[in-house]
């Protein structure tokens, strides 16, 4: 479910697209789309902490340079999926380049707070991952990390990406976690958690439980830079709030040179909260 009018039109204007090039299959291809836009797209080198790509405009020409330290597909593939939002999506290009020329540095991968690099974000989402399309592959694909990586590779977008589409339209009570060290960075419940009452949602710089798999998995860097994998169980009450105790898949895995790690709770079975009794001391 989309939940703000700048989200629904993000996702609005990246299904209008698709239509109007009638892409019919997965993957999408960002770089094709740019060409026929006779936007140049080309890696450039970058110092600039978090900064994922750039686009440039000089009268009505753009062009788009995505940074070429994180050597993933799926991360370039965003990266320009990213930039072609702030291409296509109404507001952005005047936003951007108030003066009419220059070059904006993008921060994708939900790691900004600005309105407009998150919109640029889910547009990039839905391009790379049209839901008429991922609905149906993530029907087939399995559960926790597994389905994930399954649906990175038919999409060839980044895991994290692909890990938020996934909890956006799985059915099953699935939290997404990306984190660094001992704190979150961000966290995306799917609906069926988002329906749990007083559920205390994680917010950026909140603890990382210390006896979760994801606490013990991040006290190794190694983990984390080599991409590691970990898996067992944890409590549903232990990460959220005033959420019922119920037993949780946890899947993590360390996304590398991005320097932070993956954590995918999931259970396959409904949870009805209205039988679990809650402390209210």
């Known amino acids: 479910m989309i939940s703000t009018l700048w989200e629904r039109e993000a996702e609005n204007e990246a299904e209008s697209l698709i239509k109007r090039l009638k892409i019919a299959k997965l993957p999408v291809c960002p770089f094709t789309i740019a060409e026929g836009e006779d936007i140049i797209v080309e890696p450039k080198d970058s110092d600039e902490p978090g900064v994922s790509g750039f686009l440039m405009r000089v009268g009505n020409v753009f062009g788009i340079q995505y940074a070429s330290h994180i050597k993933n597909d799926g991360f370039i593939r965003f990266s320009v999926g990213h930039e072609l939002g702030h291409y296509f999506l109404p507001g952005h290009p005047e936003q951007l380049f108030p003066n009419g020329d220059g070059v904006h540095a993008s921060r994708s991968g939900f790691i900004s707070s600005d309105q407009y690099e998150r919109q640029a974000d889910c547009f990039a989402t839905a391009l790379l991952m049209p839901k008429s399309f991922f609905v149906p592959a993530l029907r087939i694909a399995g559960e926790g990390f597994a389905a994930i990586q399954s649906l990175a590779g038919t999409c060839r977008t980044s ?113 009805d909260d209205e039988d679990e009794e809650f402390d209210e001391d």
């Open 159 to 271: 895991i994290t990406a692909t890990a938020i589409r996934f909890a956006q339209f799985v059915e099953d009570p699935v939290a997404i976690i990306v984190s660094s060290s001992t704190r979150v960075e961000c966290c995306f419940l799917s609906e069926e958690l988002k329906g749990i009452r007083r559920l205390e949602w994680l917010r950026k710089g909140s603890l990382i439980p210390s006896s979760s798999v994801t606490a013990h998995f991040n006290r190794d860097h190694n983990n984390v830079s080599q991409g590691r994998q970990a898996e067992g169980y944890t409590m549903l009450d232990e990460w959220f709030g005033s959420a019922p105790q119920i037993e949780m898949q946890e899947d993590v895995v360390g996304l590398g040179s991005y320097g932070k790690t993956l954590t995918v709770l999931f259970a396959n079975q409904a949870i």
